[in-house]
């Protein structure tokens, strides 16, 4: 892929921030070795104006981790990267 359908596509990330039930949390065989615990606090989800940070210091993250897919240390979480990244197709 060009650099420049790579910028394009990291550009239309929407991230999402939910409250979810630990029960209801499927494990796969993909990791992606990204550490989001450290961006989102639920204190900030509380309040609706800090809720919108958090979303855009999520999508910076996403983005920095999707152009750099290529510098990933194991061979496994390369591969979930690459699972994290595709398109959902229904």
Same mark, same amino acid.
């Given at each position: 892929?060009?650099? $420049? ?12 921030? $939910? @409250?979810?039930? +630990? ?6 065989? @993909?990791?992606? *070795?990204? *550490?989001?615990? =450290?961006? +989102? ?11 919108? *940070?958090?979303? =855009?210091?999520?999508? =910076?993250?996403?983005? *920095?981790? @999707? ?8 061979? $496994?979480?390369?591969?979930?990267? /690459?699972?994290?990244? /595709?398109?959902?197709?229904?």
């Amino acid at each position: 892929m060009s650099k $420049k359908k790579v910028e394009r596509r990291s550009k239309c990330m929407k991230p999402f921030v $939910k @409250y979810i039930n +630990v029960r209801h949390v499927f494990p796969t065989r @993909y990791q992606v *070795d990204m *550490d989001l615990k =450290k961006a +989102v606090d639920e204190a900030d989800l509380a309040n609706p104006e800090r809720k919108v *940070d958090v979303k =855009k210091g999520l999508k =910076k993250i996403f983005e *920095d981790r @999707y152009l750099n897919q290529k510098t990933v240390t194991s061979e $496994k979480k390369a591969a979930g990267s /690459q699972y994290f990244f /595709q398109r959902l197709r229904f």
